[in-house]
Every structure is written in structure tokens, then in C-alpha cells.
């Protein structure tokens, strides 16, 4: 590609793009010199433009030698010359986004809609036709170097070496409609703004979850698409998550589709979390209702598990009759908090009456409220749109029994929640969240199932 007329050595990189700035490496598959120092000219001295040639004697360098050597340097943008032929393109494209997903292939090739479509199917990440130079070009490398930016502060905040195990949170509930998803998602968001460290959401309902929805985010990837990665990692299953900006929580979204979720078996469930636990404080795990095997894989990790129901007699016996099949073969924790949602519903049954089916003391009573469902339809968890609302108060109150005692983040998150949202009633709440931080961890057993 000839150096474009309208090229007056104007740089891409013109303010800090994060932490990698300084050390990124874009690779250049090439046989062209003159591409590559262009390349550097644009993208200017901070950021290193290595020329790998993809042919040898004559002969075009095998694919996965290619591939391995991007990521044995800990490249993550590869742009490929348009003297590259294009099959061997996609097939470099299609190994490195199966196997290595943190890397950015950005093609130089004409984009007729052919090339396009097997640009997209092979995991390209930007066509950039040679004849528009700078103006296309530009836009893409940057593109790709915040991509390159944000995976390294991702990788950088949620790492946690010499730490201990972080929570893992399993959220469960025998029946569909109990409110199980928005006890999860306000939970992540709560325990983001309380949390020692950094917290992560698996939507684990992988075929009609609808964490993301809940928490009103559009994901990038989703379990269905880690699945498909034959050795899961850390740096892998970071690229896969997608954060929650308002709280700054990370969420692993389930599927788009029910023939998607079921790619995703009880070996990925258990490793994600297995991963997750590693360098999160406390990881969430949305689970569908009932009792099915990606939910038993992770209840082997579980420290906590959350127990919701309504106060229906269907919801109530069957959450008495799973936690008795889970307890019959030891797989659910000591510690336990059970969450009735809708507790304040006229429905012919108190309190006393759940109590005394379940065995279990009430916890946690999320009152009803018609900002819940709303809040639920517009993606926006009640604990930040409404923290100052009873449903709102409950939700964190729960998310303060998993904040160890004297953390940093303990303090005060909750009323800046709600101070940042515009309530200003909040911030009498601090004596009871301490009364309830004492209960943190508390356990009980189940007495019996009527």
C-alpha cells in the first residue's frame, strides 16, 4: 500500500489510551517495509509496529505458527497487509479469535460485501480499504489499542495474587417468576459499591437468562461464545465479560439463544466460576429454577447461597423440597440467607407461615413495590435508581451481610449510591446496616419440610 497523498504525519494516539499505551505492540503481517514504517509514523513512538512476513521461501507461513507467535508475544492487534492473500486472512483471523479472543485482527482489503461477510464469520474486527489510508486506518488501530487498553486494565484491577478465594454467591430458587434474576443483579450492583475488591455477575440461566436486560447492558460475548474456547483461562474469560458501568461490576451474560446455551455444560459452569473466584471478592451466580447440572458444578465452589421465594404455597414447598434434596447430598453450604420477595403480599399466608414450612427464618423481605418490575424493564437496579425505597433499603441491606466487617468499601457506599441518584434519605440507614453487618454469615439449618 503507497503512503496516501493526504498523510501529513499527523499521529492517532493524541492523548493516553491507558496503561498499555506505553507497552502496546501492533503486529503487521506483511511483506511490505514501506507499510510498516507508514504504520509507525501513524500510530506514533509509543506504540511499537513489529513486521512479521507471511510467507517463507516463497511459501506461505503456516497458520498456526502465525497465530502462536501474536500470542507468545503478548501482542494484542494484528493488522493484515493487503498483500496478504485473503484466505490465509481468515483463517489466521478465524484461529486466533477460536483460540486467543483478546486479539484485534484488523484487515486491509477492499471491502466488497464478500470480503465482509467472511471478515465476520472468521472474527475480524475491522475491514480498511488501502485506498482511504489515514482517515479509515486511524479510526481503526485506535479502536482496536482501547480494546487492547481496557483488556489490560480489566486483567490488571480483577487480578488478585496471594489473595484469598473470593465469595462465590449462588443465587437459587425452585420456581420461575420469584424475582430470583432481580435479587442478583441489585446484589452484584450493591456489592460492587461495598466489596474489597472487585465483583463479577454469571448468568448462569444460559438458555432465557436475562441478567443483561436486568442490568440494561448490550454484551459484546456471552457464555455461549466462551464455550467454544477449548482451553479456558483467566485472560480468556476476562475478554467475555462485560462491565456494568453505572456500578462498575463485570457480568458473564448468558446466551442469546436457547440453542447457544446449550453449548455451555456443567464443566464450563464449573470452571468459569472456578476462574472468577480467583481474582474477584465475591462472584454472584444467577441460576435457572429447579435444580439442573450446571447449577450442582457450581455448587461445589458456593460459599454462600442465596434462597429466594414469593409468598405463594407452590414457590414455598418447592424451595422446601430443593433445599432438602441439596442438603441430602451435601451440596449446599453453611451459610445461607433466604430472601422473600413480594413478602408483604395479602395472599392468605404471613411470615410466621413461611417460617414454619421452611424451617428457615426470614432474612431478607423485599416488600412489593411497583418500582421493582420497573426498574427490572428499564435496566436500571433498584439499589441505584431507588436506594432509598424500602424494596431498595432490603437489597442492600442484603449485600451488607457479605461485606466482611471494617472493609474499606463498607462503609458509606450505599448512601453514596444513593446520593449519586439523587436521594438524599438514605443516609440514616448507617446504624441499621451495622446491626445487620453483625448477623453477616450467620447460619441456620433446615429444621424440616412441611
Known amino acids: 500500500m503507497t503512503r496516501p497523498a493526504q498523510h501529513r504525519g499527523g499521529r492517532i494516539v493524541t492523548g493516553p489510551v491507558g496503561p498499555a499505551a506505553a507497552t502496546s505492540v501492533i503486529a503487521l503481517l506483511s511483506g511490505n517495509a514501506g507499510l510498516m514504517h507508514w504504520l509507525s509514523e501513524l500510530v506514533g513512538p509509543a506504540i511499537e509496529v513489529r513486521l512479521m512476513q507471511w ?138 459499591g461495598m466489596a474489597p475488591g472487585p465483583v463479577a455477575l454469571v448468568d448462569l440461566d444460559v438458555q432465557f437468562g436475562d441478567a443483561a436486560s436486568a442490568l440494561g447492558i448490550v454484551p459484546e460475548h456471552t457464555i455461549a461464545g466462551l464455550s467454544a474456547v477449548p482451553d479456558i483461562d483467566s485472560t480468556t474469560l476476562k475478554v467475555f465479560l462485560t462491565p456494568h458501568e453505572p456500578s462498575g461490576a463485570f457480568v458473564l451474560c448468558g446466551a442469546t439463544s436457547p440453542e447457544e446455551g446449550d453449548n455451555v455444560t456443567d464443566k464450563h459452569a464449573s470452571r468459569v466460576v472456578e476462574l472468577l473466584a480467583r481474582d474477584f471478592a465475591c462472584v454472584v451466580v444467577d441460576t435457572p429454577a429447579g435444580i439442573e447440572e450446571r447449577t450442582l458444578a457450581v455448587l461445589d465452589h458456593a460459599t454462600d447461597v442465596v434462597l429466594v421465594s414469593t409468598m405463594d404455597v407452590a414457590s414455598i414447598r418447592n424451595l422446601g423440597k430443593e433445599v432438602y434434596a441439596l442438603d441430602r447430598v451435601g451440596l449446599l453450604p453453611a451459610e445461607r440467607e433466604f430472601v422473600l420477595n413480594r413478602a408483604d403480599a395479602r395472599v392468605g399466608i404471613d411470615v410466621a407461615d413461611v417460617r414454619a414450612a421452611l424451617g428457615m427464618d426470614v432474612d431478607t423481605s423485599v416488600p412489593s413495590t411497583r418500582s421493582v418490575p420497573l426498574s427490572m424493564n428499564q435496566g436500571r437496579p433498584l439499589v441505584l435508581d431507588d436506594p432509598g425505597s424500602p424494596a431498595g433499603r432490603a437489597l442492600i441491606a442484603l449485600a451488607q451481610r457479605f461485606v466482611p466487617a471494617g472493609s474499606d468499601g463498607q462503609a458509606g457506599q450505599a448512601g453514596d449510591a444513593g446520593r449519586r441518584n439523587g436521594d438524599a434519605g438514605h443516609d440514616g440507614e448507617g446504624g441499621k446496616h451495622a446491626a445487620v453487618r453483625s448477623e453477616a454469615g450467620r447460619r441456620f439449618r433446615r429444621k424440616g419440610v412441611r
Open 55 to 192: 510467507r517463507t521461501e516463497g511459501r506461505p507461513r503456516q497458520v498456526d505458527k502465525v497465530v502462536s507467535e501474536v500470542a507468545a508475544d503478548g501482542i494484542h492487534v494484528l493488522c493484515v497487509g493487503d498483500d496478504v492473500p485473503l484466505d490465509l486472512a481468515f483463517a489466521i483471523s478465524s484461529l486466533a479469535d477460536r483460540n486467543y479472543a483478546h486479539i484485534s485482527v484488523i484487515l486491509l482489503a477492499v471491502p466488497w460485501p464478500e470480503v465482509w461477510r467472511h471478515a465476520m464469520q472468521s472474527g475480524v474486527r475491522d475491514v480498511v480499504d488501502p485506498s482511504k489510508g489515514e482517515p479509515e486506518l486511524g479510526p481503526a488501530l485506535q479502536r482496536a489499542l482501547d480494546r487492547a487498553a481496557y483488556l489490560t486494565e480489566l486483567q490488571a484491577a480483577a487480578a488478585a495474587p496471594e489473595q484469598a478465594k473470593g465469595r462465590v454467591i449462588v443465587v437459587l430458587s425452585a420456581k420461575g417468576g420469584t424475582g430470583k434474576t432481580m435479587v442478583a443483579a441489585n446484589l452484584v450492583t450493591a456489592l460492587a
